[in-house]
Structures are given as structure tokens and as C-alpha cells.
């Protein structure tokens, strides 16, 4: 008989495990918010379906990652207030973060398990809509690896040991920064910028020591040009790339050694969503990017070296909305957001819209989209996620969940779980 229980056990036990996804960087395994998982979190609100939620030490925009029985999240504290001193209308300018830090929970009840700081004295500059630590961690199940600006790039081991730290210099620019690190292999690899100086980091992520630096052209902190995206790798012909939108200009590198492989005109001069990438039925590895601030969105098809600007497959230049958070690809289709909250179906390789929500189903949202078992999750500035069908051939609503917190960060899926992090709280929803 007790052989017979534990046969069940182990057997639920490998099922659940098959089923459950780690969220171990920005937008998941793919960084693309894809979740592979079954039966994700439905409704909920700010009682019902709530497994726990923890208090947060200051506001922040950060997406939390979660690998195990761990949630990590980064956190800025100690800041100084807004609007800085000789600051006027929507500019941002120097303020302090005091301390930047990283926190581990256990992902059972939220229970604070360490939390490791980093004092940074100086002034950094951002934006009052961006505040001090929107990058989140990335990690491979031995190390979590964290951006904390111009504190610089950080490494712990799974019980909160510093393994490494890389001095970064000063990133400037007057709406901050929010590029999350990603790992590769050996490396992790860190956007650095906007601002004066902008480069692309690759360092051992076993030792910090550098591997490689690309650097690309600055601007002065206070202009309207940057790129917040954080990269994505893809395999293009069984070859691995680095994908990055830059102002002006998406491109292709080889995350080896930082060589660019390709560039593609056509984005505007600000850049806040992340790449997305596809390979069709027909084969074809299409790459796709969303400029910000009504600027163009392009797609292009990959596998060429160069100049591959004749490659586009399409370009849309005209009646562009803003657009913060990132989108997903469906099968044959982009589902993207604008920032006022507006849903959008596009054919992946004409660019055509099939449709739009003309009545904004939710509020303004700056959080990126989650695909989960032909669920589309996004979560608006009002804390309310809108859970609406992949189908590229109507707009279905699926169900409004209201949390009523400012909520700027994107939602996670793991393990059977949604987690959400608002200007509060760190919430759990689950049955």
C-alpha cells in the first residue's frame, strides 16, 4: 500500500513538474512572455484567489523572476523626492536611489528569505514615471545576475553570496534606464544605456570578468533619442544571435564576441519594447521591433549579413500609437498594446492590423504581454489584467482582474502561479 502512495505521489509529482515553467529573466525562458504552462490563473481580485502578497519597501516597475521555490525582485529605497530640485513638467533629472537591492522570497508564502544591498551615493538621473530599478534579474538556477544602473552589475549565488560585481561607470540620461541582463551560455550580457554613453556588455557570468563591449553612439541626457529594450537571443540558421532595436536602427550580433551581423533602417528615435522573433511554417526566421513614441514598426526577414534593409517585409511608418511594453507572437500573428491600453492583432509577415479594441478594455498599460495556454495576460497602470483570447480573428474578452494598484511591471506565470508586483505590494494569485 505504501509503495502504491508513493507511486501516486511521484507520479503527480513528475506531471506537475512536466507542466510548470521557471520565469527565469525578463519575459520568461524566451524572453518573449511565453508560457508553456496549462490552466494558468484565470480571475482574481484583491480577496479572492490570493495565495499571499508582501509589502515592497518603495515603488518600483521591475518584473519579478522565479525559479523554484524562489521569487527574486529588485527594489530601489532611500530616494530622494520628486520632482528634483529645479525640475519642471514631464522632464525627469538627478535624484538618488540610495540603496538598490535584491530581494529572495519563498515562492510558498512569500516569506523574505535575504536581501542583499548596494549603497550608491550619487545622484543617477530618471524619470518620476520610471523609478529607480525597473531591470529585473536574470538567472540559470545557480546564480541570479542584477543591473542596478550606475551601482552596477551584480552576481549572487542561490543563498545570497556576492560572486562577482562590475563597475558599469555613470548611465545618464534624464528618464533613467531599465534594460534588464541576460544569459548566454558562458555570458551575461547587459544593455547599457541611453545617454552619453551607450554599449552592449558581455562578462563571465561565472567570474564578472570582461568578454566583450560594442560601443554605440551617445546622446546628451536630456534628448528624446534612446533605447530601453533589453536583447533577445534567437537561432537563425542554426546560428545564435543577439537582436537589439537601437534608435534608428535594428541589429543583429553575435553574442560570442559582439560583432554585429546585420542592420535594418527604419525605427524611430526611441526604442522601449523588446524584439520579438518567429520562424514561420514556410521556415523563414522573421525578426520584429516596435519603435516607441508614435514611431515606425518594421519586421525583417534574417539570414542575411550586412545592410538586410531590403529585407523588410513590411514598414509602417503612419498612425503609429506609443508603445511601452512588448507584445507576443501567436503563430502567424503579433498581438501588441499601445500605452493607452489599446489591443492590436497584426499578420506576422504583412504587417496588416486585423483588428483593434476601439473601447479600451483596461487603462493605460506599460506592462509587456503574457501568452499562456491561448490566453493573452496584461496587466494596466490601475493594476486590472485583462485576460483576452489568442485569436487573431476577433477580440474576445476573457475576464478583468482588479488589484487597484499602480501597476507598471508585467505579470508573471510559473509554476501554476500569476505573480504580479505593483507600487506596493508583490501579489501571488493562484487557487
Known sequence: MARWILACVLTCWFVSSANADNWPGWRGATGQGQCTEKGPPLTWSAKENVRWKVKLPDSGSSTPIVWGDRVFVTQASEKSKWPPKGGKGGQGGPSIARKRSLLCLDRADGTLKWQRDVIYEELESTHPTNPFGSASPVTDGERIVVSHGSAGVYCYDFSGKELWKVDVGKLEHDWGNASSPILHGDLAI?????????????????????????????????????????????????????????????????????????????????????????????????????????????????????????????????????????????????????????????????????????????????????????????????????????????FELLATNRLNEHVDASIVIANGDAFIRSFKHLWCIGK
Open 190 to 394: 547587459q544593455w547599457c544605456g541611453p545617454g552619453e554613453r551607450v554599449f552592449l556588455l558581455a562578462v563571465n557570468k561565472k567570474t564578472g570578468a570582461k568578454v566583450w563591449q560594442h560601443d554605440e553612439p551617445g546622446t546628451e541626457a536630456k534628448d528624446y533619442i534612446g533605447s530601453w529594450s533589453t536583447p533577445l537571443i534567437a537561432k537563425v540558421n542554426g546560428q545564435d544571435q543577439l537582436i537589439l532595436g537601437v534608435p534608428k536602427t535594428f541589429k543583429g550580433f553575435d553574442p560570442e564576441s559582439g560583432k554585429v551581423l546585420w542592420t535594418c533602417a527604419g525605427l524611430g528615435n526611441l526604442v522601449y519594447t523588446s524584439p520579438l522573433f518567429a520562424r514561420t511554417a514556410q521556415g523563414e526566421d522573421i525578426a520584429v521591433q516596435f519603435s516607441g513614441f508614435g514611431g515606425p514598426a518594421l519586421a525583417v526577414k534574417l539570414g542575411g549579413t550586412g545592410d538586410i534593409t531590403k529585407e523588410r517585409l513590411w514598414h509602417i511608418t503612419k498612425k503609429n500609437p506609443q508603445r511601452i511594453g512588448s507584445g507576443v507572437i501567436v503563430g502567424a500573428h503579433i498581438f501588441m498594446l499601445s500605452e493607452n491600453g489599446t489591443p492590436q492583432c497584426f499578420e506576422l509577415t504583412t504587417g496588416k492590423e486585423l483588428w483593434e479594441v476601439k473601447e479600451r478594455p483596461g487603462g493605460g498599460a506599460w506592462g509587456s504581454m503574457v501568452h499562456a495556454d491561448g490566453r493573452l495576460y496584461i496587466t494596466d497602470r490601475g493594476g486590472s489584467t485583462m485576460v483576452f483570447a489568442a485569436d487573431p480573428k476577433k
